[in-house]
Every structure is written in structure tokens, then in C-alpha cells.
């Protein structure tokens, strides 16, 4: 796995998540789709460092896939200052992701910008 993508746990969930964009991959090793998905992801970590990529695994974590309603997997799942912003499930294309990040980070600058102009 690149060294860029966290595996997370319940213990180590919450600090991760708190801060910035995260885009978080619930997958299982037993998942044919989630193994397709796993360069794309790994792609999508090297074109974008400044967001953080991180993997939990369904079956070691059950409850933090309960937590987000993860019904299939893959399900790619982006958080903002540990927020769910967006979800989708299913193999994604690498470009296709990080076009998608930008448009929710370049979002959240706006929406920051607003709120500070009011």
C-alpha cells in the first residue's frame, strides 16, 4: 500500500479525520471491486498530497462502517474537519476522484470566503 494512505481504526479515526479533506476508502480484502479500486485510490494519493487518503477495512472495523451507513464497498467517503461531505460507492477512476476533490475544496474556500465577507 502507498505509504501516503493510512489504514485507520476506530482508535485512530477521529484525529485523523479532524482536520482538512480527508477521503476515506471502506474496503474489504475478500472485495473484488475494492481490489480494482485500490490503485485508482493509490493514483488519486500521489496526484493530490495535499489531501489525506486513508483505507478502513469493513470487516476488522465493523462499527465505523455503521457509524457512516457503508452498505457496499468500495465506498469512497470524503470529510471536511471530520464531516461527511460526500459519498460515493463503487470503483472510481483516479481523475474522476481528484476532479471531484477539487470541486470540494475549491467549494469550501468559497463558502469560508462568504462567511467571512457577512
Not at 494519493?45 to 478502513?56: D, I
Not at 457512516?68 to 471530520?82: C, E, K
Not at 468559497?110 to 457577512?118: F, G, I, L, Q, V
Request: aromatic residues 6%; proline residues 5%; charged residues 25%.
Amino acid at each position: 500500500m502507498n505509504s501516503t494512505i493510512e489504514q485507520l481504526t476506530d482508535a485512530t479515526f477521529s484525529e485523523a479525520v479532524s482536520e482538512g479533506i480527508t477521503v476515506i476508502d471502506f474496503w474489504a480484502d475478500w472485495c473484488g471491486p475494492c481490489r480494482a479500486m485500490a490503485p485508482q485510490f493509490e493514483r488519486a494519493a500521489q496526484l493530490r498530497p495535499q489531501y489525506r487518503f486513508a483505507k478502513v477495512d469493513v470487516d476488522a472495523e465493523p462499527h465505523l462502517a455503521s457509524r457512516y451507513a457503508v452498505r457496499s464497498i468500495p465506498t469512497l467517503m470524503v470529510l471536511r474537519d471530520g464531516e461527511p461531505v460526500a459519498a460515493q460507492a463503487g470503483v472510481i477512476a483516479a481523475e474522476a476522484l481528484v476532479e471531484a476533490l477539487d470541486r470540494l475544496a475549491t467549494g469550501a474556500a468559497d463558502n469560508a470566503e462568504a462567511r467571512e465577507a457577512a
